[in-house]
């Protein structure tokens, strides 16, 4: 009889699987997605063949991106034909670029869910369970979210909190604003709410997300972003805050002197640049110049002299001659990032770059890509050799993915550390650890 009953339950209990592409923003939907799913019934499975719902989230940001998400929605029409009943779901950007254009591509999609419509997962899948039929659920721009979406996060003491959601920045090459709609806060009591119920559960960790948190609170007329982070400062149980991302041209004193103040807010400014060329910055929309960038990362350092600074850059936006991309090469030399992170420029149809004459070869590209990752590798390699002898504060995430004798966590200026596993120093901890050997992304370490 309990035999039988459990082999009851296992039948029962519906297993999804999702797959996240693109940003953090990303991955914190997908957690609602999932908190969703689990009110349905649903449990997390642990792979696709077993799944009685799959979703993917996606991004569009790049050409590439996307060519994988397609690969990816292309494996999923073997794992329907095997089993009809599986349900089939597109969330996320693409959906919200492409919506029912999907459903032409690849027929076997169940369902597609755009960046506005994340809160109504429960109703789609409903309607798909009942009436078996493909449904779109896109609209154009929302309302504010509802603050309270269930959400599945993964545990652990770190979590991502959405503070506002779109971008009204149009930077001329990307899809973002379109894809994501304009700017739109959450309150501040919504989020303080949040932080304490995770604190409350754990979590010690918070990374605060936007496109362009520095403009939080703009479209309400509220608190600031710095109003913001010194509430979050003041919640019992939070030992760390980090934020992204950071736009220069918001970024502003308030802000800086904020974190100053704080013993939580980490010293770890992503500010991206794109480019280290004026002519180009014009052409992209980025509202600010090299002169006014580095007078930033200059208050930074005045400020807060041991603060990490790190970038996005773009290879190859239309119009860039060898001439301007030396500018970008002299321009990292001189701020001398901790890291940064490397593009292609990527036409995005329906931007103003993507219409712009004089598009880069792609060779051109790459050739700028390798020259400039081997400039910043050297100077992210010589940075990091200054913390060898030091001691760092870190804090745990637990074992090494590739060697679980040795365990990884966090400097507050979000360098990797790895240290050979000591005692019990467990996932969470804030613990001191000397620096004995620092490569290009990590800082190997001993425990002291
Ligand atoms: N809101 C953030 C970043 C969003 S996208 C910001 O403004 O910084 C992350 C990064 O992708 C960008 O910083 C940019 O470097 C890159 N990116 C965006 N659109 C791109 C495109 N069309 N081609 C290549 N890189 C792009
Ligand atoms: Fe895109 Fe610019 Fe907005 Fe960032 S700030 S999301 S790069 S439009
Ligand atoms: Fe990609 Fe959408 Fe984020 S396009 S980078 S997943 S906002």
Redesign the pocket.
């Known amino acids: 009889m309990t035999e039988s009953n459990n082999n009851l339950n296992k039948i029962d209990s519906k297993k999804f699987f999702s797959i996240t592409?693109?940003?953090q923003?990303?991955e914190n939907d997908t957690e609602r997605l999932a908190g969703q799913l689990r009110c349905l019934g649903y449990e997390e499975g642990q792979d696709m063949e077993s799944a009685d719902l799959i979703f993917i989230n996606t991004?569009?940001?790049r050409e590439s991106?996307e060519n994988k998400i397609y690969g990816k929605i292309g494996e999923l029409k073997r794992l329907k034909s095997n089993n009809p009943n599986l349900i089939v779901g597109v969330t996320?950007?693409m959906a919200q670029k492409n919506r029912e254009k999907l459903f032409k591509r690849a027929p076997h999609i169940d369902f597609i869910l755009g960046t506005h419509n994340v809160h109504q997962l429960i109703k789609v899948v409903k309607d798909v369970e009942e009436s078996k039929q493909q449904v779109l659920a896109v609209i154009d721009s929302a309302e504010e979210m509802p603050s309270s979406i269930p959400t599945a996060r993964k545990g652990g003491v770190s979590a991502w909190v959405t503070i506002m959601y779109g971008c009204n920045n149009f930077c001329t090459y990307c899809?973002?604003p379109y894809?994501?709609g304009r700017e739109r806060s959450r309150e501040v009591v919504d989020i303080i709410e949040e932080i304490k119920q995770l604190s409350a559960t754990g979590v010690k960790e918070v990374t605060l997300l936007g496109?362009n948190v520095n403009s939080y609170g703009k479209d309400n007329n509220g608190a600031d972003f710095a109003d913001l982070l010194a509430e979050i400062d003041k919640v019992d149980g939070i030992e760390r805050i980090r934020y992204m991302t950071s736009h220069p041209r918001d970024m502003n004193d308030k802000v800086i002197e904020t974190i100053k103040n704080s013993n939580k807010i980490c010293e770890h400014f992503h500010l991206p640049i794109q480019s280290g060329c004026n002519e180009i910055l014009k052409e992209m929309n980025r509202g600010y110049t090299v002169e006014y960038y580095k007078e930033l990362v200059q208050k930074i350092r005045t400020a807060l002299p041991n603060a990490s600074i790190t970038t996005d850059l773009i290879m190859g936006f239309p119009g860039e001659t060898p001439d301007h991309f030396a500018e970008t090469l002299e321009l990292i030399k001189a701020i001398k990032y901790d890291a940064a992170y490397t593009f292609l420029y990527s036409k995005r149809s329906g931007t103003p770059a993507a219409t712009m004459l004089n598009q880069v070869e792609l060779s051109d590209k790459k050739k700028r890509l390798q020259a400039l990752m081997a400039v910043q590798n050297d100077i992210s390699l010589n940075i990091n050799k200054s913390y060898e002898g030091k001691v760092v504060e870190v804090m745990v995430e637990g074992p090494s993915k590739s060697d679980k004798t040795r365990f990884t966590g966090r400097t507050r200026t979000n360098k990797i550390v790895i240290w050979d596993k000591q005692g019990d120093e467990a996932t969470g901890d804030l613990i001191n650890v000397k620096i004995t050997k620092a490569q290009t992304w990590v800082l190997n370490g001993e425990l002291i």
Request: hydrophobic residues 40%.
């Open positions: 592409y693109g940003c923003m990303n991004c569009c940001v991106a996320g950007c899809i973002v894809v994501r496109q």
